[in-house]
């Protein structure tokens, strides 16, 4: 665990060419908020709401809502492609998520992600940070993140990607 930022890295920390992989935090996140009292008294549920809030804040572009595939430990961007598993993982932790001003902002992120990358016979599932195509496969493991994803969201939520 990466201590200043909460978040678990792919590394040992301190490792050269370490990263802090976005997608994670944000599955981490979800995974140990449905624990529910699993994890009470670790310390893994509060380094992982800073884990989030690093994430979300280093690791969402701003003007896409594109989660970025990796970060270094200062939160710098090492790798701007952004594939569709993180942007899943990043739906369910906003749809968990215990602060009602976050959870307010799933809205717009499934609205972004529609637009971003399903398209009518499937999805892409990666994009450069400016939006061109970078793997035009559709790999199987994906369905997992994106019926994960569906089933996370409440039902009130948008119809589009409900349906």
């Given at each position: 665990?990466?201590?200043?930022?909460?978040?678990?890295?792919?590394?040992?920390?301190?490792?050269?060419?370490?990263?802090?992989?976005?997608?994670?935090?944000?599955?981490?996140?979800?995974?140990?908020?449905?624990?529910?009292?699993?994890?009470?008294?670790?310390?893994?549920?509060?380094?992982?709401?800073?884990?989030?809030?690093?994430?979300?804040?280093h690791g969402v572009?701003?003007?896409?809502?594109?989660?970025?595939?990796?970060?270094?430990?200062?939160?710098?961007?090492?790798?701007?492609?952004?594939?569709?598993?993180?942007?899943?993982?990043?739906?369910?932790?906003?749809?968990?998520?215990?602060?009602?001003?976050?959870?307010?902002?799933?809205?717009?992120?499934?609205?972004?992600?529609?637009?971003?990358?399903?398209?009518?016979?499937?999805?892409?599932?990666?994009?450069?940070?400016?939006?061109?195509?970078a793997r035009a496969?559709?790999?199987?493991t994906t369905p997992?993140?994106?019926?994960?994803?569906?089933?996370?969201?409440?039902?009130?939520?948008?119809?589009?990607?409900?349906?």
């Amino acid at each position: 665990m990466h201590a200043p930022s909460g978040c678990i890295a792919e590394l040992p920390v301190g490792a050269s060419d370490n990263r802090l992989e976005p997608g994670h935090q944000f599955e981490w996140y979800w995974l140990v908020q449905q624990a529910g009292a699993l994890f009470d008294g670790t310390g893994l549920a509060e380094a992982l709401d800073r884990a989030f809030t690093f994430a979300q804040q280093h690791g969402v572009d701003p003007d896409s809502g594109g989660v970025y595939a990796s970060l270094d430990e200062a939160g710098n961007v090492k790798d701007a492609s952004q594939r569709i598993w993180a942007q899943t993982e990043y739906l369910r932790a906003l749809a968990c998520h215990g602060d009602p001003a976050v959870r307010a902002q799933l809205q717009g992120q499934i609205e972004r992600f529609e637009q971003r990358f399903l398209h009518p016979r499937g999805w892409f599932e990666c994009k450069t940070a400016n939006g061109q195509i970078a793997r035009a496969d559709m790999p199987s493991t994906t369905p997992y993140h994106l019926a994960t994803a569906y089933a996370s969201l409440p039902a009130s939520e948008d119809p589009g990607m409900r349906s």
